[in-house]
């Protein structure tokens, strides 16, 4: 009895440690396997224009370089509540190899106070403006995706909830619906919540308050993204694409108060005699003249921004380890005609390569 109880005990121990066995390379085939998958990364632009005018050769150029994903404008929906510049396509795209993104620019002063009865109806009329466009401009394409952009608030985060639901439920099937995400909204997701829809683009730009009279860049700031890495990335519920900025302007400033955004000027398109270097991003009036349709009076202060290449891999080093899956999208704001060759440089293409090099912490 005693040497039977003996083999069972010695039978016993040889079984904990084959299940140990097992468990330990179940794990570590586990952990290799999901070290194997490699980031996938699409490559997108943003098309912010009013006419949409890239010629074929600019469009099929960018499709060579990588770029899957063009975002296009279609339009905006102003604080008025006005449907306002509707894009005009002056060429046409091409309906192989880039994937046309309609996206609408939402005002979030739009939907302040707004009737709950308004909303299936304003989500009627936007799908809708959608196809107009389409078939107007006799745009061949599929489109798989159709993208809101609007900096909700904790206020107007209801409404514009059940606009995005009444959107997507418009939607024909396999159309995905995705929103732009600001550093805030995830940071603050408890009161701004987190939007019913299928991704969201992660804007790492537009920081800062573009007429306060004290910001140094309204564009992008290392700073600032910093001091929102506390924020749980990782883990928002919605898969992330990224949109970095590659544009500059100029915010004209009399008595300290904003009056006109002046796009894509730098502090060298003023001659010498027009405008005094305060530093290198500020600059004031000497003369009277006009620009962009606005009328420069002397001792208008004008402060130049910018986000180029520099800050764009500074982001994507700061974020790309952040990322909450391993397959997603990094589109630059903002393309346009005449534009693209700068797109197609070796110094552009090193912005994704701390995306191409990091592997997502969290899987999806």
């Keep these: 009895m005693e040497t039977f109880a003996t083999g069972l005990i010695y039978v016993s121990e040889i079984m904990k440690r084959l299940v140990w066995i097992v468990a330990t390379l179940i794990f570590l085939t586990g952990c290799n396997h999901q070290d194997s998958r490699k980031t996938q990364i699409t490559k997108g632009l943003y098309y912010w224009r009013s006419s949409f005018d890239l010629s074929d050769d600019e469009q099929n150029r960018l499709v060579k370089s990588g770029y899957n994903k063009l975002y296009i404008k279609y339009f905006e929906f102003d604080n008025t509540r006005h449907f306002i510049a509707p894009v005009q396509f002056r060429t046409q795209p091409v309906s192989s190899g880039l994937e046309i993104i309609p996206v609408i620019y939402l005002d979030n002063r739009a939907l302040r106070d707004m009737p709950e009865q308004h909303i299936s109806g304003l989500a009627g009329v936007?799908?809708?403006?959608?196809?107009?466009?389409?078939?107007?401009?006799?745009?061949?394409?599929?489109?798989?995706?159709?993208?809101?952009?609007?900096?909700?608030?904790?206020?107007?985060?209801?409404?514009?909830?059940?606009?995005?639901?009444?959107?997507?439920?418009?939607?024909?099937?396999?159309?995905?619906?995705?929103?732009?995400?600001?550093?805030?909204?995830?940071?603050?997701?408890?009161?701004?919540?987190?939007?019913?829809?299928?991704?969201?683009?992660?804007?790492?730009?537009?920081?800062?308050?573009?007429?306060?009279?004290?910001?140094?860049?309204?564009?992008?700031?290392?700073?600032?993204?910093?001091?929102?890495?506390?924020?749980?990335?990782?883990?928002?519920?919605?898969?992330?694409?990224?949109?970095?900025?590659?544009?500059?302007?100029?915010?004209?400033?009399?008595?300290?108060?904003?009056?006109?955004?002046?796009?894509?000027?730098?502090?060298?398109?003023?001659?010498?005699?027009?405008?005094?270097?305060?530093d290198p991003t500020h600059g004031r009036i000497l003369r009277t003249g006009h620009i962009q349709g606005f009328a420069l009076e002397i001792n208008d202060e004008i402060r130049f921004e910018k986000s180029g290449i520099d800050e764009m891999k500074n982001a994507a080093q700061i974020i790309a380890s952040r990322m909450n899956t391993d397959s997603f999208c990094i589109s630059i704001f903002d393309v346009k005609h005449n534009s693209t060759d700068a797109y197609l440089s070796k110094e552009m293409d090193e912005v994704f390569d701390p995306f191409r090099n990091n592997s997502a912490r969290s899987r999806r």
């Design 126 to 278: 936007m799908t809708e403006k959608i196809s107009s466009i389409n078939r107007s401009a006799n745009y061949q394409g599929k489109v798989s995706e159709i993208q809101i952009d609007c900096d909700w608030t904790e206020t107007t985060r209801e409404t514009y909830f059940r606009l995005l639901h009444t959107i997507k439920s418009r939607l024909q099937a396999g159309v995905k619906l995705s929103a732009s995400i600001r550093l805030h909204q995830v940071k603050y997701k408890d009161r701004t919540g987190i939007p019913a829809v299928d991704r969201g683009m992660l804007m790492l730009y537009n920081f800062g308050s573009v007429g306060n009279y004290t910001e140094a860049n309204s564009i992008y700031s290392h700073k600032t993204l910093q001091s929102y890495l506390k924020a749980d990335f990782e883990h928002y519920p919605i898969r992330m694409d990224i949109a970095l900025a590659n544009f500059q302007w100029g915010i004209v400033f009399r008595n300290q108060h904003p009056r006109k955004i002046l796009d894509g000027v730098a502090a060298k398109d003023f001659p010498e005699a027009a405008l005094e270097k305060i």
